[in-house]
């Protein structure tokens, strides 16, 4: 069956950086499109990166834009949303998501993916 694990998450200052993992399983990844989300508390799921099952299509948004990068291995059927220069306000609950679609964003909306992986907590704190 579809399944998404996330791992990478923690505690880093600000300044810092990270890089989350989505290993995959029960599709392959280049027949979907990967989305990355993040839930701060009390705040909606915010889109923060994609990427096209092609891999020739990644979105960022503009919270993130300049410090964040999306790449995957086929091989190993994961991807990974690497963001540097952390930031406090990048605080949150990190998911990433399978496309019900090829492409992605933008936008980048919650109802177009379809298998959500169990959520990485990232705190920004000194």
């Known amino acids: 069956q579809v399944q998404l694990v996330e791992s990478g998450g923690g505690l880093v200052q600000p300044g810092g950086s990270l890089r989350l993992s989505c290993k995959a399983s029960?599709?392959?990844?280049?027949?979907?499109?990967i989305g990355w989300f993040r839930q701060a508390p009390g705040k909606g799921r915010e889109g923060v990166s994609c990427i096209s099952a092609s891999g020739d299509t990644t979105y960022y948004a503009d919270s993130v834009k300049g410090r964040a990068t999306i790449s995957r291995v086929l091989t190993n059927n994961t991807v990974y949303l690497q963001i540097n220069n952390l930031r406090p306000e990048d605080t949150a609950v990190y998911f990433c998501a399978k496309g019900a679609l090829r492409l992605c964003g933008p936008p980048l909306r919650v109802n177009e993916h379809d298998y959500w992986g169990q959520g990485a907590q990232v705190t920004v704190s000194s």
């Open positions: 029960g599709f392959t990844l280049n027949y979907y499109a």
